[in-house]
């Protein structure tokens, strides 16, 4: 009886969810094909070198909002090479061919008519080089327009300038850099990703949230081709603010809003709520009567929960969160797949017998 009790504990549902929960992505339920496992986050953890990703970067042109998304992506654990269109392809990072994301920044227009422009000649190779070598990249504002143009989309002035811009809502209360709304439509990675980071698990509805954009460009929405997926508009003039296109294993994602810009905003805002949240804190219990133990712990549970208040994440700031990790999750996906590539190549070449040894 001892033994059959083992037998039908070890075969039971529980213990297969245990021994094979490394192999299960962190968040179930979720169709977001990027998910990392628990046993891929203690590889990147412990792994001695980073992902890579080339952030194309004009010093001159867009380095403010730029230097925000390069800010997150390396706080993802994500080494950033910052390469200028000067320097193009001839920068030393592009001939080390270890890059496991590309980045397009925003910027001023993208000179459709001018042949011969450094930036927009490099934001085409860049986009080429996705393409071919299928290696994840993200174009944001600028960046979304050349991932377009670069793969024969119209890219046009804004039909409607004040349809887009100047609409009820346009000046979000919660944060004064939220001025246009956009709806991701289901079924593309890009809702699966958003879905996934608010934690909205089995989600099959459009997601609705607050953005900002800073654009008078945009991709016409009737200039889709079948190999791109438009994952999300405008609320209020139905231009499309994001589409993605696969290139194998990956995609290359466009977003027209700026979700580095609303990440950085309510960051620093949440760092203002804490400390005045802690100085309060401080201050009332100065001023508490503590000689009256009911009275003491009111103030410290007030305390406490302004300071819990002034830590929660909004709707708004989670999504552009989750946009972002549509990307940096491909890249460490991309990272981890060619390590492991490589590693399996070095044991066959010291011993081609002992892949086949038990």
Not at 221 to 231: A, P
Not at 307 to 319: F, G, H, V, W
Not at 323 to 331: A, C, K, L
Request: hydrophobic share 30%.
């Amino acid at each position: 009886m001892f033994l059959r009790g083992i037998l039908d504990w070890s075969s039971s549902s529980s213990f297969l969810t245990r021994k094979n929960k490394d192999d299960v992505p962190s968040v179930k339920e979720s169709n977001f094909q990027y998910e990392l496992t628990s046993k891929e986050k203690r590889q990147l953890k412990h792994s001695q070198e980073k992902p890579k990703v080339v952030a194309l970067y004009d010093e001159h042109d867009g380095a403010t909002n730029a230097d925000l998304a390069i800010k997150h992506i390396e706080g993802k654990g994500i080494e950033v090479l910052k390469v200028s269109p000067e320097e193009g392809l001839k920068h030393p990072a592009m001939a080390q061919g270890d890059i496991h994301g590309i980045y397009l920044p925003g910027g001023s227009d993208i000179p459709v008519d001018a042949p011969h422009d450094a930036r927009k000649e490099f934001e085409g190779q860049l986009t080429q080089l996705a393409r071919t070598k299928d290696i994840p990249l993200l174009g944001i504002c600028r960046g979304e327009q050349a991932l377009a143009y670069h793969n024969g989309l119209e890219v046009q002035d804004l039909v409607d300038f004040d349809k887009h811009y100047n609409h009820e809502g346009a000046n979000n209360t919660n944060n004064p850099v939220l001025n246009n709304t956009v709806i991701v439509e289901p079924g593309s990675q890009l809702h699966a990703a958003v879905a996934s980071k608010l934690k909205e698990k089995g989600n099959h509805s459009p997601l609705e949230y607050s953005v900002t954009c800073l654009h008078h460009q945009h991709t016409p929405g009737d200039s889709t081709k079948t190999n791109v997926t438009t994952s999300s508009h405008n609320k209020y003039d139905h231009s499309i603010e994001s589409f993605e296109i696969k290139t194998g294993r990956f995609y290359s994602f466009g977003v027209q809003h700026h979700p580095e810009v609303t990440i950085s905003s309510f960051e620093a805002e949440r760092l203002e709520k804490i400390s005045q949240a802690k100085k309060e804190a401080e201050d009332a219990r100065f001023t508490s009567n503590y000689f009256d133990q009911d009275a003491s712990f009111y103030t410290e549970y007030r305390s406490a929960q302004k300071i819990r208040s002034a830590y929660q994440k909004s709707r708004d700031e989670l999504a552009a969160k989750g946009e972002m990790r549509f990307f940096t999750n491909q890249v460490k996906k991309n990272f981890l797949g060619k390590t492991q590539k490589e590693d399996t190549e070095n044991l066959v070449e010291r011993d081609p017998y002992s892949l086949f040894c038990i």
